[in-house]
Every structure is written in C-alpha cells, then in structure tokens.
C-alpha cells in the first residue's frame, strides 16, 4: 500500500539545511532524477506522479499536474543555493521553454471596434 503522505515542497526546500547538506555531498543523482521526473511528467501531461519514494518503506511525496512547474521553480532555487550550476541552466532553460510555450498557447482576445 502507498500512502502519499509526504509534501514534496519539504524536500525541495533551499532553506532546509540538513537536506541541503546532504544533497550537496551524494545529491547529483537525485536531483537529476527529479529533474527527468517532473520534465517527463509535464510532457505526458500526467494528472499527478510520485516524485520521492522511500526506501524500505511505503511512504511517497506524490505530485499534481499543477504542482510542476512550482516544483520545477522550487528545484532551480535549490539548485542554485547548492551550487550546481550545470543542473541550474538545465532548469531554466525547461522553466523558459514552458513559459514561451504556455504564452505562445494564448490565442489573443479578438478587439471589437464600434463605428
């Protein structure tokens, strides 16, 4: 049984610094991980994932469609406070692409002109 009962914002948090420690010395694979997770999951257009299980254990931080790209924003500052670079320009460059796509999306509101 899952029980996703975990918020995923806890471990995306630059502020959290016995996280942060750990990340910075074992994280690269994880936070490239989440990186795939989440960029994968916005280009399936999936409802929601699990974006952290645990080891040994059924708890989950499970994720919704809404929740991606703020969880992308989230892992860019996180990147940055930790120093990695390379993933950083990654995640901008993802967050630049959504956001030029999502205002290329908008069909302008025709103008109505009275004579």
Same mark, same amino acid.
């Given at each position: 049984m899952v029980n996703p009962n975990v918020a995923w914002q806890k471990y /995306? %948090? *630059? *502020? %959290?610094? *016995?996280? %942060?420690?750990y990340l910075k010395t074992y994280g690269? /694979?994880?936070l490239h991980q989440t990186f795939q997770r989440l960029t994968s999951a916005i280009k399936s257009k999936k409802s929601h994932i699990i974006l952290f299980r645990f080891k040994d254990s059924d708890i989950v931080s499970k994720i919704g469609k809404e929740d991606y790209i703020p969880a992308l924003e989230h892992l860019l500052n996180l990147c940055t406070k930790l120093e990695k670079y390379e993933m950083c320009r990654d995640i901008h460059n993802e967050l630049k692409l959504l956001k030029l796509k999502k205002a290329r999306g908008r069909t302008p509101k025709a103008k109505v002109t009275v004579t």
């Open positions: /995306l %948090n *630059s *502020s %959290n610094t *016995s996280i %942060n420690r690269d /694979l994880l």
